[in-house]
């Protein structure tokens, strides 16, 4: 998906891979099911073996935004606040390519935030 | 008569006064129509709503009632516009208009089954296709729920690839 140049208040989702814990609440709350997450669990190391601890590690994200509704009911529900709008409008020449995936979400995360 | 400020007002109605209530709406100057729909309450019940307005759009109405059977009597012999919403109406919630000239499906298909907006219409894409949030963090599968607007009972397609 490229960026079409134009702006608009709800142009974009955007995602911020630091902050995100892979919970999957985004994917659960999109009315649409427009939101694909794809993640491991690793081992956290020096956990008590009585109780080995894991965590989750975000592998894969994808929104499509040819199915997505610009609800922002992924933005509101993260709870971690790794989702936000941006105003910059994506654009393909095919409906594949309105699917964006994680490198490219990332790409549209403001800097400095 | 409820007001909900801006030169709005909102009145319930019985089903049974459905009718004489919107010519009484016309006569006392609401002369220009809005739109009619329907809302699905699931237990509680359909509720019909039509909105109204005077000739300057200043003064608007909401009329709202509450079926018990679906069915209601048509206005579209009081506001033409209504024939149209009607049809949409009856179509997405299955009520039946009683009056209304030819209540045929508006934007429907004619070969579709079932009445898409009723909260129990489960969408057909949906039953075959894997709901991604079926997994739980890391795959796992550890947690579980229903998606969101998912009717009672909806079973979970499971997802087509395992954490």
């Known amino acids: ?113 | 008569m409820t007001d909900l400020g801006g030169g709005q007002e909102a009145v319930a109605v019985a089903p049974q006064d459905w009718a004489g209530a919107l010519a009484a709406a016309k006569s006392a100057g609401h002369v220009r129509f809005g739109f009619l729909t329907a809302v699905d309450d699931g237990p509680a019940g359909l509720r019909v709503l039509a909105h109204v307005a005077s000739a300057d759009g200043a003064a608007t109405l909401l009329l709202v009632t509450r079926l018990t059977a679906a069915v209601l009597d048509s206005v579209a012999s009081v506001y033409a516009g209504a024939d149209w919403h009607e049809r949409e109406t009856a179509e997405m919630f299955g009520i039946v208009f009683v009056g209304h000239p030819g209540l045929d499906p508006l934007l429907l298909p004619p070969d579709f089954n079932g009445h898409p907006l009723r909260k129990g219409f489960a969408l057909p894409s949906r039953a075959s296709a894997p709901w991604p949030g079926a997994s739980g963090p890391g795959g796992s599968g550890r947690r579980r729920a229903t998606p969101v607007g998912a009717p009672e009972g909806w079973e979970v397609p499971e997802p087509e690839v395992g954490g």
Not at chain 1, 41 to 46: F, K, N, S, T
Not at chain 1, 93 to 106: N, P, W, Y
């Open chain 1, 1 to 113: 998906m490229s960026a079409s140049g134009t702006v608009a208040p709800r142009g974009s989702i955007a995602l911020s891979p630091a902050d995100c814990t892979a919970c999957m609440i985004c994917v659960r709350e999109c009315p649409v099911w427009c939101i694909r997450l794809d993640s491991h669990e690793e081992p956290v190391a020096g956990s008590d073996p009585r109780r080995p601890r894991t965590r989750a590690v975000l592998d894969g994200f994808e929104i499509d935004f040819a199915v997505c509704m610009f609800c922002g009911a992924c933005v509101t529900a993260c709870p971690f606040d790794a989702l936000a709008w941006v105003p910059e409008t994506g654009s393909a020449i095919d409906r594949a390519g309105l699917k964006a995936e994680l490198s490219e979400l990332a790409a549209l995360w403001p800097i400095g935030n």
